[in-house]
């Protein structure tokens, strides 16, 4: 259905303001940019910053788009385009500074967040709750039924990684009385990190026995309850630990007899040929 003159004029009368906040934001990136440059010792907090801007650039497309449904019943396809690209330059930039690995060593966090030390648990804690918050909302407007839906996968698991990533897990250990500062950011923190890894081991899983059938993707479950599993036994939930051992036992079992299976049926299929 073609989309009235009046609605038009009405969206671009709205939109107004929110593009001007979006140019003024992307001026400010640009200063960040040249600052990094001109103080390269505290470089890593003007990519934070500039991360910030990013993620409110992101914001401003999404009611873009959202504004665009309500006004002219369509979504603005070049706003969520652009929130998808920029989300995705965020998680490069929280990669270059803490890094994109799941399963490294829980104690090199320290080495990476050294750069960073200036930040408290509560401003991580802020951060890693709006991260979370952007992507899922990200991933609503654009429609999980989208072309995107098992791309969405490896979003949600670099989140994972970039919240597992900026937890110091010496300090949890360090700091267990519930009267010390930060203690319960620390320890919201560390529920978001374990809820992210676990929900996000299930996605692969699921984009496996639903999609692709690759293992790589079975594997990269495993990886992210291997590393569950390693930050449970980091603070003595045995039982909880256990029983993800069996899991991945399983889930590995599950695994080597699907790669079995597909052995058996491509050397039938060889006779045929």
């Given at each position: ?85 920029e989300f995705i330059n965020v998680l490069q930039k929280m990669e270059d500074l803490v890094g994109n690995q799941v399963d490294r060593s829980l104690k ?166």
């Amino acid at each position: 259905m073609a989309v009235s003159k009046a609605d038009k004029t009405a969206y671009n009368e709205y939109i107004k303001d929110l593009k001007v906040e979006k140019d003024a934001s992307y001026k400010h990136i640009t200063e960040l940019q040249k600052k990094q440059k001109e103080m390269p010792r505290i470089k890593a907090y003007y990519v934070i910053e500039t991360v910030l801007e990013l993620l409110k650039i992101i914001s401003l497309d999404l009611n873009m788009s959202d504004a665009s449904v309500e006004i002219m019943n369509i979504k603005n396809e070049n706003s969520l385009k652009n929130a998808r690209k920029e989300f995705i330059n965020v998680l490069q930039k929280m990669e270059d500074l803490v890094g994109n690995q799941v399963d490294r060593s829980l104690k090199e966090n320290e080495e990476y967040l050294q750069a960073l030390d200036r930040i408290n648990p509560q401003q991580w804690l802020n951060f890693i709750k709006r991260l979370h918050y952007v992507l899922s909302t990200l991933i609503e407007k654009i429609g999980e039924t989208s072309k995107w839906k098992w791309s969405f996968v490896d979003l949600n698991a670099r989140v994972s990684v970039i919240t597992k990533n900026v937890i110091n897990f010496s300090d949890i250990q360090k700091y267990r009385d519930p009267r010390t500062e930060f203690y319960r950011e620390r320890q919201e923190l560390l529920r978001i990190c374990k809820s992210s890894l676990r929900d996000v081991a299930q996605q692969y899983r699921n984009k496996y026995e639903q999609s692709t059938k690759v293992p790589g993707d079975m594997l990269r479950s495993i990886e992210f309850l291997s590393i569950l599993r390693k930050i449970m036994i980091l603070f003595s939930e045995s039982d909880e630990a256990n029983k993800l051992k069996n899991t991945l036992d399983a889930l590995r079992a599950r695994l080597e007899a699907d790669e079995k299976d597909k052995d058996k049926k491509d050397k039938k299929m060889e006779k045929y040929d």
